[in-house]
Nanobody, 124 residues
Framework: QVQLVESGGGLVQAGGSLRLSCAAS????????LGWFRQAPGKEREFVAA????????NYADSVKGRFTISRDSAKNTVYLQMNSLKPEDTAVYYC?????????????????WGQGTQVTVSS
């Protein structure tokens, strides 16, 4: 079993930056694909970014390309999401997830473990 705990959310003005962290316990994440998803009020949860177990392959939603960067630190058993040039439409609860097969998929069904989420609010 893997426990994932997100942190780093908060309130930021449009154009600002935040870095989300997701720390894992219970098992090493070194062979897992890792992803970030988000859910805005009244909307379905959507894919944001993913990274393969090697860290070589990354994938981003079109809405965040060029602004967000996903990375991982296997030594710290942590995945990060650096968010720059934030927009009000980025406001959501952000979730990290771990994929046993390591691919770093954009599909929610591929993920086996999920964190509880961290709130990101971007004011205009």
């Amino acid at each position: 079993q893997v426990q994932l705990v997100e942190s780093g959310g908060g309130l930021v003005q449009a154009g600002g930056s935040l870095r989300l962290s997701c720390a894992a316990s219970g098992r090493t994440l070194s062979t897992y694909g890792l992803g970030w998803f988000r859910q805005a009020p009244g909307k379905e949860r959507e894919f944001v970014a993913a990274i393969s177990w090697t860290g070589v392959y990354t994938n981003y939603a079109d809405s965040v390309k060029g602004r967000f960067t996903i990375s991982r630190d296997s030594a710290k058993n942590t995945v990060y999401l650096q968010m720059n040039s934030l927009k009000p439409e980025d406001t959501a609860v952000y979730y990290c997830a771990a994929d046993l097969y390591g691919a770093g998929s954009s599909g929610q069904h591929a993920y086996d473990f999920w964190g509880q989420g961290t709130q990101v609010t971007v004011s205009s």
